[in-house]
């Protein structure tokens, strides 16, 4: 979930200029879902985003034109957050519309992770969506027209079905982001959705708490645990959430049969496996997954 400082970064980035008084509402509602979402209320929070998204649209009237991938985006993280992952996906589809619109150029932005990553729309559909969008001559005042008009065309979007099943954490340190996002391109091309807390656009300094959220409604997970962070306490949680047989620790090894030491994670019956290479983790990680539990 982004944090006012990021919505605002957002939006400087992207050109668009609200007036203060959409800026202060941004304020005012987050406080409210900031409040929701630490009490596990994600429905309260998603009216929350619901309720600021009818206020822009009504504050931009019918010739002027605001960004609203922010909310769109959170709506969808609200339900995502509740299991419905279906109509999270029409959300994250409104967001990814919003940032084409918006954007001059193919978009790499949060919805864009999520419908490509999770929902498995491809790279070329969803180039193909943002080169319709950007070719156009009238830019719709919501996405909702727009999704309309594109689908009614005879084009498809098409995403596959999200469930707890499919569903692939992956944690670390994310100075070790490069690893992560090999980790997560495996469990991609293995059929399967990853789950990255960062791909959701969460405030930094939440990362951890929106990590922990996350993790929940998934049914495995994979760890790099080279270096420590907040991750370890991912890990625990998630021996509690998942069958530990669904759970996979990985490290970086130096030595051929080095372990991996750290003192929190002792006495865990969770597989910890070493690597040397990239194809090392890659073969790890396939084998670990052919193998999930269900």
Known sequence: MLGVKEMM???EDKKTHLPSEIQDLYRSHEV??????????YSSAEQEYK???SEIIRAQGKKTRYHKGVPYHQIGYCLFLQG????????????????????????????????HGVYKISYEDLHALFNRIRSGSTVPLTPEDYLRIYLDSGNKIEPVSVRRETKVFVGGNYKNIAVLREI??????????????SNFKVGESEIYFHAMLLLQDCGSAIFEITFDAGHLMEIERATKLID???????????EQDKK????????????QV???????????????LNGIKH
């Open 51 to 53: 309720d600021l998204l």
């Open 274 to 288: 070493g690597y040397m290479h990239i194809d090392e983790l890659e073969e790890n990680i396939k084998s670990f």
């Open 260 to 271: 991996h030491y750290t003192r929190m994670l002792w006495g865990m019956e969770v597989g």
């Open 184 to 197: 997560e391109r495996i469990v991609m091309d293995c059929g399967l959705s990853p789950i990255l807390a």
């Open 84 to 115: 419905k992952n279906d109509d999270a996906f029409t959300y994250f589809l409104y967001a990814f519309i919003e940032d084409c619109i918006t954007s001059d150029s193919f978009p790499r932005w949060p919805a864009f992770r999520n419908l």
């Open 9 to 11: 970064e957002m939006i």
């Open 244 to 254: 530990n047989r669904n759970i996979l620790l990985l490290y970086q090894q130096l």
């Open 32 to 41: 409210m879902v900031l409040q929701s979402i630490e009490g596990n209320n």
